[in-house]
């Protein structure tokens, strides 16, 4: 059962843009969490941003969370090549028990 | 260093065999999970684990099987019953409920069927 979707599919940008994805999600939640893959590796967890909190920052991203259009985006600040990677945006299953990953946005910074 | 190692990282496999993938941790979390990844697609969860003993079925469990005898471990096998196994296997634990808070992954293993 697919709770997330990613927008867009595929982002290409140049060293130093802003790369910014967006999530949007079905029913209501607790939580909304943002992974990175870089290409056949593992997934890593880069931030979570609980329902009562609209803005999130760590380092060069910034999160926010609009649970009113149950939307999520997650923004890159002056990006660069070694961000490019997959990004995925998770929510919990209704138990709260699993998370429920969406297809992802791949994200290619060229030099 | 804490973590969580899958192995192997590739694994090839003919049709009508069965395979197990090992996935360990050593991070003393309590919830394990086992995510299925095919090409432009998201994660789709296999099975998961909130205890040793106990697991459940999660989307997509038809021709897997599962088992949790160890905390720290958690294999997922592969049978002869799944039509299309040929895809990357993600491992992941999280200290309590996964919806609740961070999974930690593991690298992956990629299986192909030939």
């Known amino acids: 059962s697919q709770q997330g979707e990613e927008d867009p599919q595929a982002l290409s940008i140049q060293e130093g843009e802003n790369a910014t994805m967006n999530c949007s999600y079905k029913t209501s939640i607790n939580n909304l969490q943002w992974y990175r893959q870089n290409s056949g590796r593992g997934l890593v967890h880069l931030i979570l941003?609980?329902?009562?909190?609209r803005e999130k920052h760590s380092g060069r991203l910034r999160v926010t969370l609009d649970t009113s259009k149950k939307s999520s985006s997650l923004l890159i600040t002056a990006s660069r090549a070694a961000d490019t990677a997959s990004y995925f945006c998770?929510?919990?299953?209704?138990?709260?028990?699993?998370?429920?990953f969406g297809k992802g946005t791949m994200l290619l910074v060229s030099p | 260093d804490g973590g969580i190692t899958q192995s192997p990282k590739y694994l090839f496999r003919k049709e009508g065999q069965n395979v197990t993938l090992s996935c360990e941790q050593n991070?003393?979390?309590?919830?394990m999970y086992w995510y299925r990844q095919d090409p432009g697609q998201g994660l789709r969860l296999i099975y998961y684990?909130?205890?040793?003993?106990?697991?459940q079925k999660g989307d997509i469990a038809e021709g897997y099987s599962v088992s949790r005898e160890k905390k720290e471990s958690f294999p997922l096998t592969v049978t002869s019953a799944q039509k299309n196994p040929t895809a990357f296997y993600l491992c992941?634990?999280?200290?309590?409920?996964?919806?609740?808070?961070?999974?930690?992954f593991g690298e992956g293993s990629r299986l192909t069927v030939l």
């Open positions: 991070l003393n979390h309590d919830a």
């Open positions: 684990s909130q205890i040793v003993n106990d697991f």
């Open positions: 992941a634990s999280s200290l309590g409920q996964g919806g609740v808070g961070e999974l930690f």
């Open positions: 998770a929510t919990p299953n209704s138990g709260y028990s699993t998370l429920t």
């Open positions: 941003i609980r329902s009562n909190e």
